[in-house]
């Protein structure tokens, strides 16, 4: 079956700009999680969905950042004033319930320039 | 300090070596333990998942967690230049926690 799939694969940007990162997670998982990784780091915890409702969004770094999930299904990490240190690979990964093995998918590598 | 502390290597091996991959952490809470294998430009996948302390074996890879040393380790049996990946540890306290990640340890398998 299909994984875990992020569109897009690649977005450059410029500092001050507005982004959205796309998730789509496998059939029937009802946890999603958002992660940053830098260059030479592990993922970082962002965000993490229940369903609908974001569970614990302990991780995302400032307000610029928002995610949603409207449907518990697909969902979008927002953006806003981009800046420079935003540069990173953003890193979405499905569950089928919390706690339960996380599939991830390939990635988001967004470049503010 | 951070919560998973992983050495980033990088590590070069022989083909056939045997591979071991550790990580350390400071929170006695973490309870399920992960590593993940990641290739370039690719998202981690999981390799293996252990709960509490112990040993776990799946065909080359076994995974050894010691809680009371807070010391979990990975080991690679006869390793292949497709096991060439950045290796990442991963664990959690449990529902409703956090996955904490170590920074992942580069590995080339040498044909």
């Known amino acids: 079956g299909a994984g875990v799939s992020q569109t897009p694969s690649n977005k450059v940007t410029e500092k001050g700009k507005y982004v959205e990162l796309r998730c789509d997670p496998i059939s029937g998982h009802t946890a999603l999680y958002w992660y940053r990784q830098s260059l030479g780091q592990g993922p970082e915890f962002l965000i993490y969905f229940q369903g609908t409702g974001a569970a614990d969004d302990s991780g995302l770094p400032n307000d610029r950042f928002f995610a949603v999930r409207p449907e518990g299904s697909v969902s979008t990490l927002k953006i806003q004033r981009t800046e420079r240190g935003d540069s990173a690979v953003y890193l979405c990964?499905?569950?089928?319930?919390?706690?339960?093995?996380?599939?991830f998918g390939p990635g988001t590598r967004l470049t503010v320039l | 300090q951070k919560e998973v502390e992983q050495d980033p290597g990088p590590l070069s091996v022989p083909e056939g070596a045997i591979v071991s991959l550790n990580c350390t952490y400071s929170?006695?809470?973490?309870?399920?333990f992960m590593w993940y294998r990641q290739y370039s430009r690719k998202g981690p996948e999981l390799l293996m998942y252990t709960y509490s302390s112990g040993n776990k074996e799946d065909g080359r890879f076994t995974a050894q967690v010691d809680k009371s040393s807070k010391y979990i380790s990975l080991f690679i049996r006869d390793s292949q230049p497709s096991d060439s990946a950045t290796y990442l540890c991963a664990m959690s306290a449990g529902t409703g926690n956090q996955f904490y990640f170590g920074t992942g340890t580069s590995l080339t398998v040498i044909p």
């Open positions: 929170n006695s809470a973490f309870q399920y």
């Open positions: 990964a499905s569950s089928l319930y919390h706690s339960d093995t996380q599939y």
